[in-house]
C-alpha cells in the first residue's frame, strides 16, 4: 500500500505539495465513457505522477470522497486513488485477479453524480494487482468497503458509469431522491 495521506486541511494540502485540486466532472463526461489506457509504469516514481497523484487526492478530500479515478478530472490515465482520514492508495493500472463468493447489492454513489446514491451488485472480498506511485507491484486483498471502491473505481477506468450497473426501477427511485436532495439544498442555502 502507498504512504498514510494524512493533512489536516485543503490548504496544508496544496502549501505542503505546491498543487491545486483538479476540476471534477459530472456523469456525462465523455471520458466516463471511454476505457483509459495503460499507464508507462516504467516512468514512475517521476514528478509529473507524483503532482498527479497529489492532486488527485487533495480533489478527493476536498469534495469529501472515498474514491475518484484520473479520468473523472479529466486525465487520460488508469490511475485512481482511494482514502479516508485512516488510509490512502495509489492505484496504477489496477486489475481484479481473483474474485470470492456471490454479487451483493451494496448502495454506492459517485463523485460524479452529486447526491445519487443506488444499489449496485459487488464482490465482498476480491484479489487485486496495481502498481503504487512509486512504481511497486503491489499484490492484495481487499475486502467491505475497500473491494467495492476498488471495484468501482475500476469501472471508471473501463468506462463503465455505475448507474449502468443498476437495474432500472432502482435507477429511477434513486434519480428522484437526488432531485428531492438537490431541492432541499437548493432551498437551504
Request: neutral net charge; aromatic residues 8%.
Amino acid at each position: 500500500m502507498s504512504e498514510m495521506f494524512t493533512i489536516n486541511t485543503e490548504q496544508d494540502i496544496a502549501k505542503k505539495f505546491e498543487v491545486q485540486p483538479l476540476p471534477l466532472y459530472g456523469e456525462d463526461y465523455f471520458m466516463l465513457r471511454e476505457s483509459m489506457p495503460e499507464f508507462d509504469v516504467s516512468i514512475l516514481p517521476s514528478e509529473v505522477t507524483s503532482k498527479l497523484i497529489d492532486r488527485l487526492k487533495l480533489t478527493l478530500k476536498l469534495y469529501s470522497g472515498v474514491g475518484l479515478s484520473a479520468n473523472q478530472c479529466g486525465v487520460k490515465a488508469r490511475i485512481f486513488v482511494m482514502g479516508s482520514n485512516d488510509f490512502s492508495m495509489t492505484c496504477i493500472n489496477p486489475t481484479i485477479t481473483k474474485t470470492y463468493g456471490e454479487l451483493v447489492k451494496l448502495n454506492e454513489g459517485c463523485l460524479s453524480s452529486p447526491g445519487l446514491y443506488v444499489k449496485i451488485p459487488r464482490y465482498e472480498t476480491i484479489d487485486v494487482e496495481y502498481y503504487d506511485g512509486t512504481g511497486n507491484k503491489i499484490t492484495t486483498m481487499l475486502e467491505g468497503v475497500t473491494a467495492q471502491c476498488f471495484q468501482h473505481e475500476l469501472d471508471h477506468m473501463n468506462g463503465i458509469h455505475f448507474t449502468k450497473l443498476a437495474g432500472d426501477a432502482s435507477l429511477l427511485l434513486a434519480r428522484q431522491r437526488q432531485t428531492k436532495l438537490i431541492k432541499k439544498m437548493k432551498k437551504s442555502m
